[in-house]
Nanobody, 105 residues
Framework: LRFSCRRGGGLVQAGGSLRLSCVAS????????MAWYRQAPGLARELVAG?????PFTFSRDNAKNTVYLEMHDLRPEDSAVYFC?????????WGEGTQVTVSS
């Protein structure tokens, strides 16, 4: 399982919005669990949102497009991090390549 996560990240002003997306190399309807994590410099990777996991941002998946999304609104400088798509499939963990999100104050 591989991901292509080339869209949605970048620089945004505080209070702005972004939508991240990752396309999976297989049918996401067959994947047990998917989520988004983020990691800021010097900090541990943390769960942001995922299947059955709610957070400040909105996770969704479109199985017809094999794509997962993270909708982020009212972004703050502390949300700046590298965001990773994640999947747990048949007992194995898979990570996207990471997308940089930078929120300026």
């Amino acid at each position: 399982l591989r991901f292509s996560c080339r869209r949605g990240g970048g620089l945004v002003q505080a209070g702005g919005s972004l939508r991240l997306s990752c396309v999976a190399s297989k049918n996401t309807a067959d994947i047990n669990y998917m989520a988004w994590y983020r990691q800021a410099p010097g900090l541990a990777r943390e769960l942001v949102a995922g299947d059955a996991v709610k957070g400040p941002f909105t996770f969704s998946r479109d199985n017809a497009k094999n794509t997962v999304y993270l909708e982020m609104h009212d972004l703050r400088p502390e949300d700046s991090a590298v965001y990773f798509c994640y999947a747990r499939d048949r007992g194995a963990d898979y990570w996207g390549e990471g997308t940089q999100v930078t929120v300026s104050s």
